[in-house]
């Protein structure tokens, strides 16, 4: 079986997606399953992975809203003969996999209407949701007036309906698929799947005196507690909350708190200012770290783990600290509580107090923080990368062989609901338009690029509303 990939969540600092589809093409090549991954980047190239993945890089300019992050746009696959035709006719995946909400979600809606030249066969085509839009919505286009509600509706008709089955990272996160389910023509599953976590650079045996000096040095501190966030700085991360909490614990505790922030994105200039203006000295942003040995360090010997997004998909840094034996202190919402929760961590509500009272606890409480570091260990274990990236890929095979009800532990988490008679007939009708109008469109294209249609009619021409060229009548040619 082969699969192919795609995803606009890849750069040189690119954040959890990135990091699953690193694991899911290691596991691959050590089940000799055939992978294909499309990224954009800015230039083409290919990247050959071990033996059976390969990574396509296509060039694409920087993406609208963070300029951190690259767009593959539709026009890279509308079109017969763009560079993604070329690597589906190249490839011939069985399954294809986007995780992607707004602009490489359309070749979903393509492939399953069999619109795609470049295919002569009907691969399985699958949504992978990493995050909500809704999320994404309020966190940068907040000042839109019915935001939300477009979004609503994007992902019930742009969204859900142009995939066979949909593939989520939490419940949290399939809680917007959910929504969208309702009212389609065809059924579609609905599977979560969590993220992992690399346990063979993570561990607290890193935890050292030795490391901690050397830790302390770097930042210029002596003898302080070392809260830690890892994460992309950007507006969905809720980072005022993290910076308010250090304010208030600098103000009033007893203790000599330093935050220590690995990680970089469009926020981190904004937030390096604001911590020089209102807490000199108090925060040390260290930017991407790329050596997974240096950064498996930092969380063995930091002191607690911030993570503050209340908002969270799933949530891998986390899930990291936690893999560290470092206390892990997040809000009680979104995806992170998938595996974290009052037994082994401190989950709370998403406010300055809240936080600030429970990293006092984690300072104070030396038994209470052992124990719960321990639980979170073994919690850790579970979500092993070579386990999770492993499932991904059965579920692969399950869909592909078209056997997606079997193992009723592993199924769907829910299916789409049908829809009513006056709506379906609808449904029909605009799907059908829009099918003759794309085909109709692509005829055009192949005519004109050979010469065969009208010159007024040409996508290269340049006419008048009443058809004549400039200084030349129109020539009639042969359809």
């Known amino acids: ?14 954040g959890g997606i990135a990091t699953f589809y690193r694991a899911l093409i290691a596991e691959a090549n050590r089940r000799g399953h055939d992978i294909r991954l499309v990224v954009p980047a800015a230039e083409n190239g290919v990247e ?18 963070n300029s951190n992050y690259r767009t593959i746009y539709p026009s890279r696959f509308l079109l017969p003969g763009s560079r993604i035709h070329e690597i589906l006719a ?15 979600n359309y070749l979903g809606a393509l492939v399953r209407n069999s619109l795609v030249a470049a295919l002569d066969y009907r691969p399985i085509v699958v949504g992978l949701s990493q995050e909500r839009m809704d999320d994404n919505v309020r966190a940068y286009f907040r000042s839109i007036p019915f935001a939300h509600a477009l979004a609503r509706a994007y992902m019930k008709w742009l969204y859900f309906p142009f995939f066979d089955h949909h593939i989520a990272n939490s419940e949290y996160t399939a809680s917007e698929l959910r929504a969208a389910a309702d009212g389609h023509l065809v059924p579609r599953g609905t599977w979560i799947r969590p993220m992992g976590v690399d346990l063979d650079h993570l561990s607290p045996k890193r935890r050292s005196p030795e490391q901690r000096r050397k830790l302390f040095h770097d930042l210029g501190i002596q003898n302080s507690v070392i809260l830690l966030y890892a994460g992309r700085l950007v507006p969905e991360k809720n980072l005022r909350l993290l910076f308010d909490v250090l304010a208030l614990l600098t103000k009033f505790s007893r203790r000599d708190y330093r935050l220590l922030i690995v ?9 390096q ?32 783990f911030v993570h503050p997004n209340p908002r969270e998909p799933f949530g891998i840094a986390p899930l990291e600290a936690m893999a560290s034996g470092l206390a892990l202190v997040a809000p009680n919402t979104g995806g992170v509580i998938s595996y974290a929760n009052s037994e082994n961590s401190w989950t709370v509500t998403p406010d300055v107090h809240s936080f600030a009272h429970a990293i006092e606890q984690v300072s104070t409480s030396p038994v209470l923080t052992t124990t719960k570091t321990q ?7 579970q979500y092993r990368w070579d386990r999770v990236a492993a499932s991904f890929l059965e579920l692969y095979e399950e869909l592909n062989q078209h056997r997606p009800d079997e193992g009723r532990e592993q199924g769907p988490s829910f299916y789409s609901t049908p829809a009513g008679t006056v709506r379906a007939a609808l449904i029909r009708g605009v799907a059908n338009t829009a099918v003759r109008a794309f085909r ?11 010469g065969h249609l009208p010159e007024d009619l040409s996508l290269q021409g340049s006419w008048q509303k009443n058809g004549t060229s400039r200084g030349k009548q129109p020539t009639q040619s042969t359809p």
């Open 1 to 14: 079986m082969k699969t192919l990939h795609l995803t606009n969540a890849w750069s040189e600092t690119s």
């Open 48 to 65: 050959q992975v071990g033996d059976f993945g390969r990574v396509y890089h296509i060039q694409a300019p920087n993406a609208l809203v």
């Open 90 to 104: 190249a490839e011939r995946p069985d399954l294809i996999e986007i995780s992607d909400k707004y602009t490489l």
């Open 263 to 271: 990680g970089d994105g469009i926020e981190r200039e904004t937030w």
């Open 273 to 304: 200012r604001w911590c020089d203006s209102n807490l000199p000295g108090r925060a040390c942003f260290m930017g991407h770290i790329r050596d997974q040995n240096d950064l498996a360090d930092i969380y063995a010997n930091a002191d607690v």
């Open 375 to 381: 639980k979170a260990l073994t919690t850790a274990q």
């Open 440 to 450: 109709l469109g692509q005829s055009w294209h192949r005519l004109a690029r050979v």
